[in-house]
């Protein structure tokens, strides 16, 4: 077996348990657990309490993580609560689902998409993204690509952006296993679960 079969075996098996987390039977929307009523209220230490309590964090690291992210871009029209999956061996998947949060509205979206660089690892986690500049709900269904130099950690949170089309979106991501390695990529979000990430 040449390292080719073994390379697209391993990669292909990586997939299946991203995706064993992330699934629902396909053509349904996004239906994460009680979503909450929707809400209007972005203020900044209502959405340290709310990344707080989604991620199981303590308030301090909330707070800070928040207050980096609300100097640098203010306050968000809305985020996304969620979970999601991904590994890599070289190559790497991401796969997740959650809700979109706006004013007065509740959406759910899917995403997906395929890393590339020196990753090996896997992992899963709860997410909470902040979105900047959103017009409308249905402009978050777009590829986001991540934003250079934009990546840090605190207190076991990663944090980075992405940004496309003047619309930017902050994931920030605790979860369970180990994740060795950079990586470039982009996330695409959908209105469906999508199995190719591309």
Do not use: H
């Not at 061996?89 to 809700?99: Q, V």
């Not at 949170?157 to 180990?178: C, D, F, H, S």
């Amino acid at each position: 077996m040449g390292f080719r079969s073994m390379f697209a075996r391993s990669l292909a098996a990586l997939a299946a348990v991203s995706l064993a987390a992330c699934i629902t039977p396909r053509g349904e929307p996004a239906k994460p657990a009680a979503a909450p009523a929707p809400t209007t209220d972005f203020s900044q230490s209502t959405v340290a309490d709310e990344v707080a309590d989604w991620l199981g964090v303590s308030a301090e690291t909330a707070g800070s993580i928040v207050e980096r992210v609300f100097s640098d871009l203010g306050e968000p029209v809305g985020y996304i609560r969620g979970e999601e999956a991904s590994g890599a061996i070289g190559p790497g998947l991401r796969y997740g689902r959650g809700t979109m949060m706006l004013p007065g509205q509740n959406v759910g979206v899917y995403w997906q998409g395929p890393s590339v660089g020196w990753d090996l690892g896997a992992n899963a986690s709860k997410t909470f993204t902040l979105v900047y500049d959103l017009p409308r709900a249905e402009d978050i269904y777009r590829r986001f690509p991540g934003v250079e130099g934009t990546a840090y950690l605190v207190g076991g949170v990663g944090v980075n952006y992405q940004r496309a089309e003047g619309i930017t979106l902050v994931p920030m991501r605790a979860g369970v296993g180990a994740r060795l390695g950079a990586n470039i990529g982009y996330l695409a979000y959908s209105r469906e679960q999508r199995i190719l990430p591309f």
